[in-house]
Structures are given as structure tokens and as C-alpha cells.
């Protein structure tokens, strides 16, 4: 169903919206920002500041604004969605031009009281767009050629952007992020099939052209594959940000060491302990009991949202929730595989549970619009 054959009658209005609210998604939000809160309280070496307070200020705003977004009908967004993803590429031009500097990236930009991250409002905004353009598109066309580049330079355009940051974690994001999108609105197999065989096909390329006059990447990049197929071939540079947080997964056994004992963290060998490694943080303390329950909590958010999705018979409403929630088990995916060491270090957060303002408020924000959908989802129609 389209917005366009939206029956506002049997949507909720005014105060009632209330009781339309996913309060179950809520307390599971709560219950994982507050793991966050606690781990940042410990890591600091049980102080509030320097980073648990400033979170927890973050997650009220966050939280304000998941509420107001949720009472504004769904059909609003959808309109807004072209206008938000342009003002998300003019705010991705800016940084390039005048953002901030740090740690060798230029991606964010100083608002005085917190530092926004374009990139993270780039995910939701392109989510937003891609749904409203297969909500506009007949079905029949959805995988016909030219009908399917429309939504590859959607994706492209913010993903180039970002490359330049440059931030290769928050591109491929994009890139998996929008074709989860397409895949959910109906876009034939063929056509990821002939992405993945080109993907295929181009790191066959990178490694035999190694060495060779042909050679595609840098020494450097070369060595960083090394260090992600061989960490104890460099413990001490490139490889001892994996290096340390294995120990600290392993050291933490089945039940870990108890709040503020983890030595790898308390005693600084943990590098980024606050922010991307924060999981290898929660594993030393709380060890596999403690992982795993943060684990459930996630895949319980992305149940929730799937089911919402299914319940909803407006097209937006439903490409919108699932694009949302793909995004979501990408950030918590490819985190939790980067500090086990399945995946390479590419700079991406826990989510709700890293420190950092950006990530937090849009994610809160984006969840206002899953919300926005459930509550002003259509009912009484069977």
C-alpha cells in the first residue's frame, strides 16, 4: 500500500499515539545504552567524567528526540526524505571543506557543545530515500536496468564522500546498507550475484597483483591485509590493537574479572577502550555471560523491528524499518567481528554503547522513525 492510499482514519491521533509506542523497543534501547553507560563508568576508573556523563546527557537528547519523531506521521518522512539525504550530502561537501581534523580523518564538524559526524546522518537519510523511491516506483519495474541505477548513484554519491574522509568502515556500510534496501524491495539476485562475482573477482586481483608491475595497492595497504590475516606477525605496531584485545576477550572466561577489575583496560593496554573496543571491555569484566546478553539484547532489537516491518502494510513504512534495522545489525556485526578478529579494524563503533554523540542521537533518531511507522501503521483493516 501506498502513502497516497494512507486511510488516516484508522491511524492514531493526537495523545493516543502514545499508546501506539513500541515500549518494548524502548526498554531494550534503554537496557543497551545503559550497558554503555556502565562500561564508560568503569573504563574512566568508576568516575562519571570524562565520558559516562556526557553519554547519558547525549541519550536524554537522543531520547527526546526518538519521541517527537515518533508522533510526526510517517508519510511527513517520506516527504522529507529527498530534502534530508541532499542536506546530508551538503553536510558531507562541508566537511570535506572546513570539518575538523583527528586522527588522520577529517569527519566531523565542531557544533561547541558536541562534534557532528555527517557520515552517521548519511546512513539513516540514504535509508529514508531509497525506501521513499521504491514506495514512488511500480513494482513491475523494480529490476528492470534503468530503474536500478537510480539507486546504485543514491548509494555511490554519499559513499565516494565519505571514501575521502577518508572512513573505508563507514563506506562499506553505505554500500551494504542501501543494497540490503534494494534486496528487501524486490531487486532480482542476479544483480547482487554479478556484484558479489565482481567483488570476488577484484580481491583475486589485488593479491596476485602483488609484487608485480601491475601492483594495484600501496606496501602499506599490503601489509595491513597481513596484519588482519597474521596479527602476531607485527604484536607491537600494526597488530597490537587485535593483539590486545584477544587477550582481553580470552582473559575474561565464561562469567569475567567483575566491574573494574579488567586489567587490560584498567591498565591501558587497550587502545580506543571507550570507543570501538568498548565490547573487548565488557567481555574482560563480564566475560561470555556478559557478551552474550548484550548479543540477545541486539538481536532482540532487530526482532522487534523485523516484526513491525512485516505488520506494516505501507511499503515506506516497511523498507524504512528494515533498512533501519539492517543498518543497526551492520554497526553491531561488523564492531563485534573487528575486535574478535574476524574482520579488519575499519574504525566502527558499538553501537549505543561506544562513546560518541553523533552515532548516539541518530541512531535514537533513526528509531524514532521505526517508531514513527509502528505507531502510525494503519489498523483495523485485518
Not at 539513516?124 to 516506483?137: E, K, P, Q, R, S
Request: net charge positive; aromatic share 12%.
Amino acid at each position: 500500500m501506498s502513502y497516497l492510499e494512507y486511510n488516516r482514519e484508522t491511524v492514531p491521533t493526537g495523545l493516543s499515539k502514545v499508546l501506539y509506542i513500541n515500549w518494548a523497543l524502548v526498554v531494550l534501547l534503554v537496557a543497551v545504552c545503559s550497558v554503555g553507560f556502565l562500561m564508560l563508568f568503569s573504563v574512566a576508573g568508576g568516575t562519571l567524567s570524562p565520558w559516562a556523563e556526557p553519554q547519558m546527557k547525549r541519550f536524554a537528547l537522543g531520547l527526546v528526540l526518538m519521541f517527537l519523531v515518533a508522533m510526526v506521521p510517517i508519510y511527513f518522512w517520506r516527504n522529507l526524505a529527498l530534502l534530508a539525504y541532499l542536506g546530508s550530502l551538503l553536510l558531507l561537501v562541508f566537511v570535506e571543506l572546513f570539518g575538523d581534523i583527528g586522527m588522520g580523518a577529517q569527519r566531523w564538524i565542531d557544533l561547541g557543545f558536541m562534534r557532528l559526524q555527517p557520515s552517521e546522518v548519511a546512513k539513516i537519510t540514504l535509508v529514508m530515500l531509497l525506501a521513499a523511491y521504491y514506495d514512488w516506483l511500480d513494482v513491475g519495474k523494480t529490476s528492470r536496468p534503468l530503474w536500478v541505477v537510480l539507486p546504485v548513484l543514491i548509494i555511490l554519491v554519499p559513499t565516494a564522500l565519505v571514501l575521502r574522509q577518508p572512513d573505508l568502515g563507514t563506506a562499506l556500510l553505505l554500500v551494504v546498507g542501501g543494497a540490503m534496501v534494494m534486496f528487501c524491495a524486490g531487486v532480482h539476485w542476479l544483480y547482487f550475484g554479478v556484484v558479489f562475482a565482481s567483488g570476488a573477482g577484484l580481491v583475486t586481483a589485488v593479491l596476485a597483483s602483488r609484487g608485480t608491475a601491475w601492483q594495484l595497492l600501496k606496501d602499506y595497504q599490503y601489509r595491513r591485509i597481513d596484519t588482519f590475516l597474521d596479527p602476531e606477525s607485527d604484536p607491537l605496531g600494526a597488530g597490537y590493537h587485535i593483539t590486545q584485545s584477544k587477550i582481553a576477550l580470552g582473559s575474561g572466561g565464561w562469567t569475567g574479572r567483575g566491574l573494574m577489575e579488567g586489567t587490560q583496560s584498567r591498565l591501558n593496554f587497550l587502545p580506543e577502550k571507550h570507543t570501538d573496543f568498548i565490547f573487548t571491555t565488557l567481555a574482560e569484566e563480564f566475560g561470555f555471560v556478559g557478551g552474550v546478553s548484550l548479543l540477545l539484547l541486539y538481536v532482540l532489537i532487530i526482532v522487534f523491528c523485523v516484526a513491525s516491518a512485516l505488520k506494516n502494510r505501507d511499503r515506506f513504512s516497511s523498507l524504512l524499518t528494515l533498512g533501519i534495522a539492517g543498518t543497526f545489525f551492520l554497526f553491531f556485526a561488523v564492531n563485534m567481528s573487528m575486535v574478535m578478529g574476524l574482520a579488519p579494524v575499519v574504525g566502527v563503533p558499538l553501537p549505543l554503547v561506544s562513546y560518541g554523540g553523533s552515532a548516539m542521537i541518530v541512531l535514537l533518531g533513526a528509531f524514532g522513525l521505526v517508531q514513527s511507522a509502528h505507531v502510525h501503521r494503519p489498523r483495523g483493516r485485518g
